[in-house]
């Protein structure tokens, strides 16, 4: 599913207003869900270009899985923003980040803090 799915999905149920917001330090994590239904932003467990090792996982829509999974799928369904960083990281590889890929594909990749 490329980004521009994701985010129509994610946009068709918004609301116009935003009721509450707050703030997330480091250490707390959070899940994207496309509201109205339980998918879940998930990095994959295999990597991309398989047999090869190259580090680039895709992210796609799962089901959400509750608190006891311990697949390891829950952890990549798990997010976290780093402000030193300036990026969203995933619990399942915490050396990479959210990009957008050439493709416009969200992937996991790693963390390189190339200036904006």
Known sequence: MS???ILKLAQSGMDSKVSQMQTLDDTECFTFLVKG???AL???QKDS???KKTGVYNVDLQVMLGEADDSG???AQQWKYSKSEKAIISLAYPDKALF???NKNLIVYKQKSFKN
Request: avoid cysteine; aromatic fraction near 6%; hydrophobic fraction near 20%.
């Open 3 to 5: 980004t521009n799915e």
């Open 37 to 39: 239904t339980n998918l």
């Open 42 to 44: 998930t990095a994959g």
């Open 49 to 51: 270009y398989a047999p």
């Open 73 to 75: 799928t829950r952890k």
């Open 100 to 102: 957008e890929d050439i």
